[in-house]
Nanobody, 127 residues
């Protein structure tokens, strides 16, 4: 079992560059593919990015490509979502999630692929 705790959210100005962290518990953290999702008010949860267990493969939705970078440090049981040039449309609660199955950039866009979720961290981008 994996417990996940996100941090790094808050109020930022448009164009800002916060970094979200997701700390995981458990010795098996390095075996999980890690995804980030976000949910804006009144909208469904949306896939943002995923990194495979080793950190060697990543995938992003088009709207964040070139602005967000997902990485992981398995020695620290932590994944990082570096967000640059934020837009007000990036305002949402951001969740990290862990998937213990095989990595597939299509299936790993689905919330149902992930067994474990953090509590979320709010990111609010002011214009």
């Amino acid at each position: 079992q994996v417990q996940l705790v996100e941090s790094g959210g808050g109020l930022v100005q448009a164009g800002g560059s916060p970094r979200l962290s997701c700390a995981g518990s458990g010795r098996s953290f390095s075996t999980y593919n890690m995804g980030w999702f976000r949910q804006a008010p009144g909208k469904e949860r949306e896939f943002v990015a995923v990194v495979n267990w080793s950190g060697g493969s990543t995938y992003y939705i088009d709207s964040v490509k070139g602005r967000f970078t997902l990485s992981r440090d398995n020695a620290k049981n932590t994944v990082y979502l570096q967000m640059n040039n934020l837009h007000p449309s990036d305002t949402a609660i951001y969740y990290c999630a862990a998937d213990g199955g095989s990595f597939d950039y299509i299936r790993n866009q689905r919330p149902g692929k992930y067994a474990y979720w953090g509590q979320g961290t709010q990111v609010t981008v002011s214009s």
